[in-house]
């Protein structure tokens, strides 16, 4: 193990009660032994009943029929999400001039986020009513389980179609072992040769069968061979998602100006394009620490950092890669949606 790696050492028993995920960053949340005994059982079933017990707080805020939805599935489909008028004004500021933007590669695929932060879209209308409209936020909220300030910002992900160059987010997975959320508003109509989001209806619950599988692959999954499953984020085949009694995905093909928010904790994946395509979309996520047992205070509320969430991220990672820790996000000149890849 890399001497870095025991300096850490003293925060290894704290992160059980914290979203650390990764089975090989940390030796106790990796280790066949516990894992064994059961420590990802536990952690998995509390971070559960602490999302449940959360979002009965936040519920109210939420029509009743968008609840029900959530709960049978794990993810709400809403259509003509904004007005008309503010949908087309909304994207034809976006066409028209750019905005500030990072990029990163993940195998064929290039994903561009473009910041949406105050300071950056002063003085433009149809982003500040978008952001000031409390409808993403507010779902982001209850499906995550957990209050606090969402990151939303402009994404648009350009797929090269290249077989022979995977991109991991093509392979149905959860994203950690707790409830956590992800948006999208859709700028334009969603095909299936375009590149859909696909959700497994109902996986984010655990189930019976699904803890069994969590608890097999937890004991193994330190020297999985695959870096993501050892990360925390847990793939999964055809075969096994059906003999784990779940239905197939479900692709969201749907309308320009429609909202999808889903709980990531369920198993998810991008379908795979087979040829270029660009889609863009206001892309919002939230997650926290699994374990608080309350939906108040959030660090990213407080000023300087609230709304300004996406200049602070990039001025942290700028940090780090004079550390030697290079992230994955290279900031690039500003963008429209339209505009093709830097990278």
């Known amino acids: 193990m890399k001497a870095l790696s025991w ?30 005994l059961g420590l990802h059982l536990a952690r998995v079933r509390i971070a559960e009943r602490m999302a449940e017990a959360r ?73 500040e009513r978008l952001v000031a409209n409390p409808l993403m936020a507010d779902l982001l909220r209850y499906v995550a389980g957990c209050g606090g300030e969402p990151l939303i910002h402009l994404q648009t992900v350009l797929a090269e179609g290249d077989a022979a160059r995977p991109d991991p987010q093509n392979s149905l997975h959860m994203d950690t072992f707790h409830s956590t959320a992800k948006a999208w508003l859709y700028l334009q109509d969603v095909r299936h040769e375009d590149g859909p989001l696909l959700y497994v209806p109902g996986s984010h619950r655990a189930t019976l069968e699904r803890l069994h599988w969590e608890r097999d692959l937890s004991i193994r999954a330190a020297q999985d061979p695959d870096p993501e499953i050892a990360a925390g984020s847990f793939r999964i085949g055809e075969e096994m998602l059906a003999s784990l009694g779940y239905p197939e995905p479900r692709a969201m093909v749907v309308p320009a100006n ?26 919002g996520s939230l997650r926290r620490n699994p374990f608080l047992p ?43 949606i339209a505009d093709p890849a830097s990278i």
């Open 7 to 36: 300096i850490a050492a003293p925060l290894w028993p704290l992160q059980l009660a914290s979203g650390q995920k990764s089975f090989r960053a940390n030796p106790l949340i990796g280790s066949a032994a516990l894992n064994r």
């Open 294 to 336: 309350f939906t108040g205070f959030h660090v990213r509320s407080l000023p300087g950092l609230k709304g300004r969430l996406s200049t602070r991220q990039a001025q942290i990672e700028a940090v780090l890669s004079q550390l030697g820790a290079k992230g994955p996000w290279a900031e690039v000149p500003p963008k429209r």
């Open 55 to 127: 979002r009965t707080q936040l519920g109210s805020r939420i029509d009743a029929d968008l609840r029900a939805g959530y709960e049978r599935d794990g993810f709400l489909v809403i259509e003509n999400a904004l007005p008309a008028e503010d949908f087309a004004a909304l994207r034809r500021d976006l066409e028209e001039a750019p905005v500030r933007s990072w990029e990163r590669r993940e195998g064929s695929t290039v994903t561009r986020r473009g910041s949406l932060d105050l300071p950056d879209i002063r003085g433009r209308a149809p982003l």
């Open 258 to 283: 429609t909202l999808v928010v889903a709980n990531t904790h369920g198993f998810h994946a991008r379908k795979a394009s087979q040829r270029p395509t660009s889609r863009s979309e206001i892309y």
